[in-house]
T-cell receptor, first 113, second 113 residues
Framework: DGGITQSPKYLFRKEGQNVTLSCEQN?????MYWYRQDPGQGLRLIYY???????QKGDIAEGYSVSREKKESFPLTVTSAQKNPTAFYLC????????????FGQGTRLTVV | KQEVTQIPAALSVPEGENLVLNCSFT??????LQWFRQDPGKGLTSLLL?????REQTSGRLNASLDKSSGRSTLYIAASQPGDSATYLC????????????FGTGTLLAVQP
């Protein structure tokens, strides 16, 4: 069953903690993305990676970090430097060529407690 | 800078009605445009992908059109059903070196039985 798996579905973070959101895909896609969704603001790009061992900052990268050590995996760490981390986080992937379709995971809802 | 706008923000229609959702973008230099559906608390489901060289794409009761020169796309839903109730998002992939999807803020559709 091909697709994108995000885990966990719900995540609670205490003030000052770092947390890592998992994103795994078995679609053999080269490109992977992390978006943040807040009510009324649409999706905003955090980081993206077009190939293994390479990634670029998106529009709101401050307070986040990523790694791309394997083609299938693109974990996102929300650091304590991110002042307002409560949001819905979405991972996506695509073949990598610029004219290809993007597919999304089911999301992780992060809440600061 | 590319900006994507979706109007209206919310729409309520009776079951069986045909409807049109609108998406506009400011920079016509795009590779493609993609329409997604999002159910509450869920990830995005890809509905249709239109390449910049295409005028329209169809899938079942859905038809998406693209007028790149005027920066507009429409999603036509025929014979709407309560199960069509969701948020519909459009996204464009800009021409250029970066491989990013830029999203509109979505249209929340409610189909009343």
């Amino acid at each position: 069953d091909g697709g994108i798996t995000q885990s966990p579905k719900y995540l609670f973070r205490k003030e000052g903690q770092n947390v890592t959101l998992s994103c795994e895909q078995n679609l053999n896609h080269d490109a992977m993305y992390w978006y943040r969704q807040d009510p009324g603001q649409g999706l905003r790009l955090i980081y993206y990676s077009q190939i293994v061992n390479d990634f670029q900052k998106g529009d709101i990268a401050e307070g986040y970090s990523v790694s791309r050590e394997k083609k299938e995996s693109f974990p996102l760490t929300v650091t304590s430097a991110q002042k307002n981390p409560t949001a819905f986080y979405l991972c996506a992937s695509s073949m990598g060529q610029l004219n290809t379709e993007a597919f999304f995971g089911q999301g992780t809802r992060l809440t600061v407690v | 800078k590319q900006e994507v706008t979706q109007i209206p923000a919310a729409l309520s229609v009776p079951e069986g009605e045909n409807l049109v959702l609108n998406c506009s973008f400011t920079d016509s230099a795009i590779y493609n445009l993609q329409w997604f559906r999002q159910d509450p608390g869920k990830g995005l489901t890809s509905l249709l992908l239109i390449q910049s060289s295409q005028r329209e794409q169809t899938s079942g009761r859905l038809n998406a059109s693209l007028d790149k020169s005027s920066g507009r796309s429409t999603l036509y839903i025929a014979a709407s059903q309560p199960g069509d109730s969701a948020t519909y998002l459009c996204a464009v992939r800009n021409s250029g070196a970066t491989n990013k999807l830029i999203f509109g803020t979505g249209t929340l559709l409610a189909v009343q039985p």
